[in-house]
C-alpha cells in the first residue's frame, strides 16, 4: 500500500506540472501525454484525457505482448492513474492557465514532471508511454534503449511542429531536456547516503555505538599508518544524509581526535536500506 500511495503522489506531481504548465502553454514534451496532446488539438472534440487513457492502454496490451505481463503490469497503475488525474482537471480546470510566461511554464513544469517521474521511477513503476515504447523498439529492433527513447520523443516532437507550430516543438525539446536532467538529480537525490570512514583508537566504543544507537551495518578495515607504520582499524558505514551531523557528534564526544571522512554514495542495495534489518 505504501508504494502504491508513493506512485500515486508521484503521478498527482507528475500531473500537475504535465496539466498546469505544458499542456495549457500547447507545449507537447514527447511520451504519451505529449501525442494525446497533439491529437486534442487536431481533434478538439476529443478529450486529452481520455485520449491519453485509450492511447496509454494501447500501449500497454503492446507491451503485454512484445514484453510480457509481468514488465507491462508495474506501467498499469500509473498510467490509469495519470489518465484520470487529466481527465479530473480537464473537467475541473479547463481554462486555468497559472502564468502567461512560456519560459517559466517550460521551466516550473519540466522540473515538477521530473520531481514526480522520479517518485515513480524510484518505486520501480513508470506511467506507461515512452518507456513501455522505447523497451518495444528495442525487443524489435535491437537498438539500445535511449536511442529507442529518442527516436519515440522526437517522433512526438515531429508531429507537434505540424499541429502546434516550430515555437511549441522547440519548446518541447526543451522540455524533454530539462525532465531529463531534472530525474537524474532527483533520483540521485532520493538514493543519496554518506559513506563514513574513521580511523580512531576507541573504534570498538564506536563501532559498538553505531551498531547500537544508529543501527548501523559497520565494517573494520585493516590498515597501516602511513607514517608511523603502526596497525590501524578503520571504521567504514554508510547511512542516510539527515543522520550525519548527530553521527559525527557522537563520534567526537568518543574520540575528539578521529580522523573522520565521507563521501556521498547516490546508491545503496542490501541490509538496513532496501530490506530491513532481520
Same mark, same amino acid.
Not at 475541473?92 to 517521474?117: E, R
Given at each position: ?220 578495515? !585493516? ?54 534489518? !532481520?
Amino acid at each position: 500500500m505504501k508504494k502504491y500511495l508513493s506512485i500515486f503522489l508521484g503521478t498527482f506531481i507528475l500531473s500537475v506540472g504535465l496539466y498546469f504548465f505544458l499542456i495549457q502553454q500547447d507545449i507537447a514534451a514527447g511520451g504519451i501525454s505529449g501525442l494525446s496532446l497533439i491529437i486534442s488539438v487536431a481533434i478538439p472534440w476529443l478529450s486529452l484525457g481520455f485520449i491519453n487513457l485509450c492511447l496509454n492502454l494501447l500501449v500497454v496490451i503492446l507491451g503485454i505482448i512484445v514484453l510480457g505481463f509481468d514488465f507491462a503490469k508495474k506501467s498499469l497503475f500509473g498510467s490509469l492513474s495519470l489518465s484520470g488525474l487529466l481527465i479530473v482537471f480537464e473537467n475541473l480546470f479547463p481554462d486555468t492557465i497559472l502564468t502567461q510566461d512560456k519560459t517559466v511554464s517550460l521551466i516550473l513544469g519540466g522540473i515538477i514532471m521530473s520531481l514526480g517521474l522520479s517518485i515513480i521511477f524510484y518505486q520501480g513503476a513508470s506511467t506507461g508511454g515512452t518507456d513501455v515504447i522505447a523497451s518495444i523498439l528495442k525487443k524489435l529492433t535491437n537498438l539500445p534503449i535511449h536511442i529507442s527513447m529518442f527516436l519515440a520523443d522526437i517522433t512526438v516532437v515531429c508531429l507537434s511542429v505540424i499541429v502546434l507550430g516550430v515555437e511549441n516543438a522547440l519548446y518541447a525539446g526543451l522540455a524533454i531536456l530539462i525532465q531529463s536532467l531534472g530525474i537524474d538529480y532527483f533520483i540521485q537525490g532520493f538514493g543519496r547516503k554518506i559513506a563514513i570512514y574513521i580511523i580512531s583508537d576507541n573504534y570498538i566504543e564506536i563501532n559498538k555505538m553505531l551498531i547500537n544507537k544508529y543501527q548501523r551495518g559497520v565494517t573494520l578495515l !585493516e590498515a597501516e599508518g602511513g607514517y608511523s607504520f603502526e596497525d590501524k582499524k578503520v571504521i567504514m558505514t554508510v547511512t542516510p544524509v539527515r543522520n550525519y551531523p548527530r553521527m559525527e557528534a557522537d563520534i567526537l564526544k568518543i574520540d575528539e581526535n578521529a580522523f573522520i571522512f565521507n563521501f556521498q554514495v547516490s546508491q545503496v542495495l542490501g541490509r538496513g536500506f532496501t530490506f530491513d534489518i !532481520e
